[in-house]
């Protein structure tokens, strides 16, 4: 699958995009926001507060309890504001 990061999000990360194979015990997108940030410093200091990250499921948007065990392609990115 395909995780790709936008915004401050890619910039606290260090990279745009990645292609990784998930756990077994990562089934949800509150399951993956609760397993990055134990990847590194640079993924806890860009997940720090998972509420306010919005996740995109095969370019979907998604809740904390969409499933992503099929999914081909996750973003992560900031809230996003207009004016």
């Known amino acids: 699958m395909k995780l790709i990061y936008f915004s401050w999000v890619k910039d606290r990360i260090g990279m745009a995009e990645e292609a990784i194979d ?9 399951d993956l ?3 990055l940030p134990a990847r590194g410093e640079n993924f806890a200091n860009a997940l720090a507060d998972p509420a306010i990250i919005r996740v995109a499921v095969d370019q979907e948007y998604a809740t ?3 499933d992503v065990t099929k ?3 996750i973003a992560l990115f900031p809230p996003v504001t207009g004016g």
């Open 22 to 30: 998930l756990p077994d015990t990562v089934k949800t997108v509150a």
């Open 33 to 35: 926001l609760a397993w």
């Open 64 to 66: 904390p309890e969409t």
């Open 71 to 73: 999914a081909t392609e």
